[in-house]
């Protein structure tokens, strides 16, 4: 079986979890241009092969960062408030090395005037602040974790360039430990000046503890919050995606271009956790990987598509969708030709909160794209867990953000073996994963035959 033997190789310990950018990744993404190449799809990667090179910047911290900030000094002399990671606060995730930005306070304990809800960017039980945070430094002040995690994700979506949260106690719990650990910097693609484009990671976020709470007391909103970093020499490095296509047969359908697509990365060597260091990545993403591979080989068994088909699995997804970023930057054909996007992520497993074996579409209510491929006979529901966030999670967003109608299917129902060494194949459903599969090949046929050209609802596109 086709689907087994891919999830064998690309979960397996000899890939040892095929590290973003690492020549692991390089050998899985060989590995599955071969596997296009023996379906008879075309290459679309780099000079006629299946592999498309990306540069990466990689840049290592090498002290503690530090925030900055002044006092009012009304009447007394102003002064320097200096917080060092480990100390007063913890970097706990840093994608800029240096930024500078004005303090906007939030109650997310408050409810009324200040919280408003949109319908794509929030929870819909749950009212969380998305007032304009374009360019501050939010500092969300509040004591449920829930609201406090909810308010990050619409601080981000409105544009904030830090979030300071108070300490959870399970971040208090580590304090120490974390400390002496200094913040991975983001890497980026050669040339980029931004940071990573997925949510995830694409954040500084500090969490704050009790001493620095307290010196904010009376420091009013507009104060100018500074981050402060000792970076040493950038290391190049490449992350690498493999891309094929099926060119269309219809000359006018063939530039309407439909996109199947996952990421072929995950998190490699890491720490320990019951004495195995290899994060497998059997469900995150070897199981949508597999889900595109299958496509194409059905895909490219039958008459020739009507649409092109691009199959793109993607590296570095994990680093922050690098591997999507640069396709999106340099696509095998113009941007605006791609109808659709249709994402495959963790749908190895069942998503225990729906009956049978049926699969989510994140940002369902953003586009018409789900509700047309489950018309014709896609097991696709909507996303449930709208708290989540997953439309902004994985690697569509990058190409959504271009204005492509990008969405990922998964069925993934928040396991704890997500980003585990446990995410092996010992936990993947195979029955599952053979039904999703098989049940998705009579809408896509119908997706990549048609003329039909999903749209955007209003307020959905990000
Ligand atoms: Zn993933």
Redesign the pocket.
Known sequence: MCIRAHMDFLASDALRGRGSGTADELVAATYVGAQLEQYGIEPAGDNGTFIQQAPVVRRRLTAPPQLRFMTPGDGIPALTILWTHGKEMLALDLTDAKFKGPLKSVDTDLGGASLQQTAFSTSPTQAVPVAPTSDAVVLLRGKDQEKIRAATFAAVEGGAIAVLVPASADVLKNWDERGKELPKLPEKLEGSASGPALAEGGLNLFALSREALADLNGIPDGTTFYLETVVGPPENRSTWNAVGKITGSDPRLRKSVILLSA?LDHLGIGPPVNGDAIYNGAD??ASGTVAVLELARVLAGGPRPKRTVIFALFGS?EAGGLGSAWFEQHPPMPLAEIAANLEF??IGRRDPKYPGDSLWLSGWARSNLGPALAAHGAKLVADARPEEHFFLR?DNYVLARKGVVAQTASSFGLHADYHQPSDDIAHIDFKHMTAVIGSLIGPVEWLVNSAFRPRWNAGGRP
């Open positions: 990421h995150d993403d997804e992520e963790m994985s």
